[in-house]
C-alpha cells in the first residue's frame, strides 16, 4: 500500500467504509506502525471535538475590519505577481483566527444544509475545518479566502433578494437554477477536498467556483429593471 | 360641458396624431460624434453611411408620446418617450437610424431588438428581452442582453458580448473577445488573440485562428477549443461536470497540467501520444513555451493535435 492509498484508507477506516477485508489489511499495517496510530488517534480526537463545536461563533467585534484590511492588502500584494506565481488568496496573511473565522463567516453555513442536515460528514467538516492531516494542504491560506467569498456571497444574496422584484420570474429562476447549480459543484468540491486534502488543485477549483457563485450574484445585482 | 368634449376631442386627435406615425428626420452629426438610442419595445436598426448626418425614419406606436431628439453635432440623443407610467400600453415602436461610418454608437432597449450593420465606431448596445446583432465595428463592441440572443460579427480590437439566459455567438478577429452567458451557450470563432468565455450551465465552443491565451470556464456544460496555440499562448480551460476537449490544430510548445477528480484524462499529441489515466498529468511538448491547464471535476479532458 502506498501512501496515497493509506491515507485514503486511513480516512475510510474512520469511516468505517473499509470492507473486511480492507478493513484486516489496515489493521495489520496500523499494527506495524506507531506513526500510523498516532494519526488515526489524532483523527478520533478532532471529530470528538468537531462534535462539540457549536453551531455558531460570533467573531469579536473589531475582527472584521482587521481581516478585511488584511484581505485587501493581499489583493493588492498579488498585482506583483505573474499568473503562474501565487494567487491572491495565496497570500501570507494573518492565520491565528482562521478556523474562528471560517466558523463564523459561514463555512458551517455551506457545509450543513438549511435545515442543518449535514451534508459532510463530522470528518470532513473536521478535515476541512482545521486541515487536520499533518502536511494538509487545506491550508489556512485557502481557509481564509474561502471565508471572504463566503461573505462576500451572503452579502450578494441579500443584495439579489432586495432586487428580486425587479427582475422577470424568467430571469430569477435562471438566476436561482445556475446558482443551485454551482451549489452543487461547490458541495461535490468540498466533500472531494475534505478525502483529499493534499490536492492543491482541489483547492483551487474550489475557490474559483466561489468565484463564479460571486461573480453571477454580482450580475444579478447589476441587471437592468424588469420590471 | 361642450368645451370640455372639444377640448378631448383635440388632445386625443393631437395624440393619435403622433401615434402609429411616419418618421423621417435628419440631424448633422461629426464624423467622431456618437449617437444614443433609447427605445423601450419594438426595433433599433442602425446602419452606417458616408453622410456627415444621421436620418431617423420608421414608425412609432401607438400610444408612445414623442420623439425626442436633442443633443449637439457631437452627441445626438434619440429617445421614444411615453406618457408617464404608460409605456407597457403603448405599442412596439420601429427605429431605423443611418449614421455617419466612423461615429459611435449608443442603443439601449427593454424588449426592443437591436440590429447594427456597417459602424465602425465604438459601439455599446443592451436590450433586457430583445435580441442584439451586431456586424461592423473596427475599435471595440459591446453587446449584452439578458434574456435575448446575442450575435456579433466584428473586426473589432475588443468584443464584450453577454447574455443571461440567450445564446452569445462571437465571429471576429478581435485581439480580445470577452463572451459569456450564464444558462445560454456561448461560441467564438475565428479569433486570434485572447479569449475568455465562461457560462454556468451552457457550452462553450471555441474556434480561434492562433491562441494567444484563452480562459474558458464552464459548471456544467462542456468546453471545446480549436485552434493554433501561439508561441507562449497560455490555455486555462475548466469545466465541473462537462467534458473539456482541446484540440490544437498545430504542434503545441507548452507545458501541460490536466487534472479530472472521477473523469478521466486522454492526451493524443506528438511527444505525448497515448498517454492517458490517472487524475493529474503534467507533461510538456516542443519547448514548453506555452501553458497548457485544462481540468474537469467528473467530466473528461481530451487533448488532442497534429
Not at chain 1, 463566503?150 to 430569477?172: G, N, Y
Request: hydrophobic share 40%; with cysteine; proline share 3%.
Amino acid at each position: 500500500m502506498n501512501t496515497n492509498e493509506l491515507e485514503q484508507r486511513l480516512h475510510d477506516y474512520i469511516d468505517d467504509e473499509l470492507d473486511v477485508s480492507q478493513r484486516e489489511a489496515f489493521e495489520k499495517a496500523l499494527a506495524q506502525d506507531p506513526a500510523l496510530r498516532e494519526e488515526v488517534e489524532a483523527m478520533r480526537t478532532l471529530l470528538a471535538e468537531a462534535a462539540s463545536l457549536p453551531r455558531e461563533i460570533e467573531p469579536p467585534q473589531d475582527f472584521w475590519p482587521a481581516l478585511s484590511q488584511q484581505m485587501e492588502h493581499g489583493e493588492k500584494s498579488a498585482s506583483r505577481f505573474t499568473r503562474r506565481g501565487r494567487p491572491w488568496w495565496a497570500q501570507p496573511i494573518v492565520y491565528a483566527a482562521a478556523a474562528l473565522l471560517l466558523i463564523a463567516g459561514g463555512m458551517l453555513g455551506t457545509m450543513f444544509r438549511a435545515d442543518f442536515a449535514p451534508v459532510l460528514s463530522p470528518r470532513e467538516v473536521v478535515a476541512v475545518l482545521f486541515g487536520h492531516t499533518p502536511d494538509t494542504v487545506v491550508s489556512q491560506e485557502f481557509r481564509s479566502a474561502e471565508t471572504q467569498f463566503i461573505q462576500a456571497r451572503s452579502q450578494l444574496r441579500m443584495a439579489v433578494e432586495e432586487q428580486k422584484s425587479k427582475l422577470s420570474p424568467e430571469t430569477l429562476a435562471v438566476i436561482e437554477q445556475n446558482l443551485d447549480i454551482i451549489d452543487n459543484a461547490i458541495q461535490d468540491m468540498q466533500v472531494a477536498l475534505a478525502k483529499n486534502p493534499r490536492d492543491t488543485r482541489l483547492s483551487e477549483q474550489l475557490l474559483a467556483m466561489y468565484q463564479k457563485q460571486v461573480d453571477l450574484l454580482q450580475q444579478a445585482t447589476q441587471l437592468p429593471d424588469e420590471s | 360641458m361642450n368645451k370640455v368634449l372639444v377640448a378631448l376631442l383635440i388632445l386625443g386627435a393631437a395624440s393619435y396624431a403622433v401615434a402609429g406615425t411616419e418618421i423621417n428626420q435628419t440631424r448633422e452629426l461629426a464624423p467622431d460624434g456618437t449617437v444614443s438610442i433609447d427605445n423601450v419595445k419594438g426595433s433599433i436598426k442602425i446602419f452606417g453611411w458616408d453622410k456627415k448626418e444621421v436620418e431617423i425614419t420608421g414608425t412609432l406606436g401607438n400610444g408612445v408620446d414623442k420623439l425626442d431628439i436633442s443633443g449637439s453635432k457631437s452627441r445626438l440623443r434619440i429617445k421614444v418617450e411615453y406618457p408617464s407610467g404608460f409605456w407597457r400600453h403603448a405599442k412596439e415602436s420601429d427605429l431605423v437610424i443611418h449614421m455617419p461610418r466612423s461615429a459611435d454608437a449608443e442603443a439601449n432597449g427593454v424588449s426592443a431588438s437591436i440590429v447594427l450593420e456597417d459602424v465602425d465606431g465604438e459601439l455599446d448596445l443592451e436590450s433586457v428581452s430583445g435580441s442584439i446583432r451586431v456586424d461592423g465595428g473596427t475599435k471595440s463592441v459591446s453587446a449584452q442582453s439578458v434574456s435575448g440572443s446575442v450575435r456579433v460579427e466584428s473586426n473589432a480590437k475588443r468584443i464584450e458580448a453577454s447574455s443571461i439566459s440567450g445564446r452569445v455567438q462571437v465571429e471576429a478577429s478581435a485581439e480580445e473577445v470577452h463572451a459569456k452567458s450564464v444558462s445560454g451557450s456561448v461560441t467564438v470563432e475565428g479569433v486570434s488573440g485572447r479569449i475568455r468565455a465562461s457560462s454556468v450551465s451552457g457550452s462553450i465552443h471555441v474556434e480561434a485562428k492562433t491562441i494567444a491565451e484563452a480562459k474558458l470556464s464552464t459548471t456544467s456544460g462542456s468546453v471545446s477549443l480549436e485552434g493554433a496555440l501561439a508561441d507562449g499562448g497560455e490555455v486555462d480551460c475548466g469545466s465541473h461536470s462537462g467534458s473539456v476537449t482541446i484540440e490544437f490544430t498545430n504542434k503545441p510548445s507548452a507545458r501541460f497540467d490536466l487534472s479530472t477528480f472521477s473523469g478521466s484524462i486522454h492526451v493524443d499529441l506528438d511527444n505525448a501520444r497515448g498517454l492517458s489515466g490517472g487524475r493529474n498529468l503534467s507533461f510538456t511538448t516542443g519547448e514548453g513555451k506555452g501553458e497548457v491547464d485544462a481540468n474537469s471535476f467528473s467530466g473528461s479532458v481530451r487533448i488532442s493535435g497534429k
